[in-house]
């Protein structure tokens, strides 16, 4: 069974840096696939990375991470400026970030019109 744990924005937004990257990843290590409403900034994704890498061992695999960008589609002029006072105000709330154990989430692919999360047969121990 593949489980998802959507965390809003606002669960985030006043935490500091090593704490949002510390929550998200005791949220994998519960086999559990993070969608986050929102962005983590460039430093805070290397540092999920990082960090998850560290931790590998026989029971945590490691991550699949994609980010989900609505303004990497051509954006041009007001809309573009319209984004750009919306994330200064309301802080990297666009987007969508996805985050999953390694051992669940065999790949991530993504297009401007589509995601595909491909999981991993669970082989049951007998």
């Known amino acids: ?4 744990q959507f965390v809003p924005y606002y669960e985030i937004e006043d935490l500091g840096s090593a704490r949002r990257v510390k929550k998200l990843i005791d949220i994998v290590k ?8 929102g962005r983590l900034r ?5 540092d999920l ?5 560290e931790e590998i061992g026989k029971k945590f695999k490691g991550i699949e991470l994609a980010v989900i960008n609505p303004e990497e589609r051509g954006q041009e002029g007001l809309r573009k400026l319209r984004n750009n006072f919306f994330n200064i105000v309301l802080g990297d709330r666009q987007g969508l970030t996805i ?3 390694a051992s669940v989430v065999k790949d991530i692919k993504k297009d401007p019109s589509k ?3 491909l999981t991993k047969e669970s082989r049951k121990k007998k």
């Open 1 to 4: 069974m593949v489980t998802f």
């Open 115 to 117: 995601i595909e999360l």
């Open 49 to 53: 990375i990082s960090i998850a890498m």
């Open 30 to 37: 519960q086999n559990k696939i993070v969608l986050l409403q």
């Open 42 to 46: 460039k430093e805070e994704e290397a």
């Open 99 to 101: 985050v999953g154990p």
